[in-house]
């Protein structure tokens, strides 16, 4: 059945169950361990939600083409497949909690940041006070995600990133972690959301060019890279749109395990959300197509698989159209 993803600040039911859905899939076992898993360490059970987190840290070390810079393109950003990658993620999260609550009309919410950085002092966002995600502080010390070493059940970060990007365990298993503002000062703005939706193709390309241009990475023209944040290019503000939003929240939100922190799904469903009201306007296009060359773009192109170690696999085209899972109560 299609859900339909609501602002969390209007959806009390959505809130609460997102929250219930996460502290309920932080106890659940996946089924693998950490070594099947290629984490360094004793062999220990994976909770469901740490297997998303692991599943992201490896996609930021895999490589496109294989053998090149992660930093330049990997399995799920820095190129074409960044808003796709994440929509399949988004799902099989939702799917989760679906399953775990036993609500299959739950939706993820999602947090509509650029509303927070209108307000010229986004630290006082209401997503950050305790009825919702908690505070900031190492650890996060309120809320439901606050961290308490007596309580098993408590919000429990178990996966980090290893000076070199790699998933690793956490040693000992510590709290979650949050620096708001602290990295960059502000959140996107509204009138930063119209610009990007508002971005033309390059003159003389073609429609899909819209989407992203080649070489399909950090520098490349397009609604992709702007909504990702990597241009337009300024070395006084280096991020921009998503990327400042990870940055803006700091901690462990500025890593490669970035979805330990619960504000990742709701930042992402907001990305999602965007990208929506984008392929509205303009029409469900993507590039690269399949004419593109495999030994450069394969696992980007819009037939390659996006593989997933936590359900079926899709393909960038056939995420598209998402209305048959899911669909925004308001698009941009």
């Known amino acids: 059945m299609s859900v339909v993803r609501r602002n969390i600040l209007t959806d009390a039911a959505a809130r609460d169950d997102y929250i ?4 309920a899939l932080k106890q659940e076992e996946s089924g693998f361990t950490t070594q099947q898993l290629g984490v360094p360490g004793p062999a220990v059970p994976v909770h469901t939600y740490d ?25 799920a950003h820095a190129g074409p497949i960044f808003l796709p990658w994440h929509r399949v993620m988004l799902g099989l999260l939702e799917a989760k909690i679906q399953k775990i609550l036993d609500k299959p009309g739950f939706a993820l919410p999602y947090w509509d940041w650029a509303a927070d950085g209108d307000l010229g002092s986004p630290t006082d966002a209401t997503v950050f006070t305790e009825h919702y995600l908690g505070g900031d502080g190492d650890p996060v010390s309120t809320g439901r995600f606050a961290f308490d070493p007596a ?7 178990r996966i980090e990133s290893d000076p070199g990007g790699m998933p690793v365990q956490a040693d000992p298993p510590r709290g979650l972690s949050r ?3 602290a990295d960059w000062p502000a959140l996107p703005t509204g009138s930063e959301v119209k610009s990007t939706l508002a971005y033309g193709p390059p003159s003389g390309s073609g429609p899909a060019a819209r989407y992203d241009t080649l070489d399909f990475n950090v520098s490349s023209r397009g609604f992709r890279n702007l909504l990702e944040g990597w241009i337009p290019s300024d070395p006084a503000r280096p991020v921009h749109m998503h990327n400042q939003v990870h940055v803006w929240i700091s901690g462990d939100m500025a890593f490669g395990t970035s979805p330990n922190d619960p504000a990742f ?6 990305v999602d959300r965007i990208w929506e009201g984008w392929m509205t306007r303009y029409g469900r296009i993507y590039s690269p197509d399949m004419s593109f060359p495999a030994n450069r773009f394969k696992g980007e192109r819009i037939d390659d698989r996006i593989v997933s170690p936590l359900g079926a696999h899709a393909t960038p085209g056939s995420v598209l159209d998402f209305s048959a899972v899911c669909t925004y109560d308001v698009l941009p």
């Open 179 to 181: 620096f708001l503002a």
């Open 20 to 23: 219930e859905g996460v502290l």
């Open 151 to 157: 309580d098993p059940a408590t919000f429990t970060v």
């Open 265 to 270: 799904y709701l930042h992402h469903c907001n």
């Open 51 to 75: 297997q998303f987190v692991i599943w992201h840290c490896w996609t930021m070390m895999t490589p496109i083409p294989p053998g090149g810079n992660p930093d330049d393109r990997n399995a």
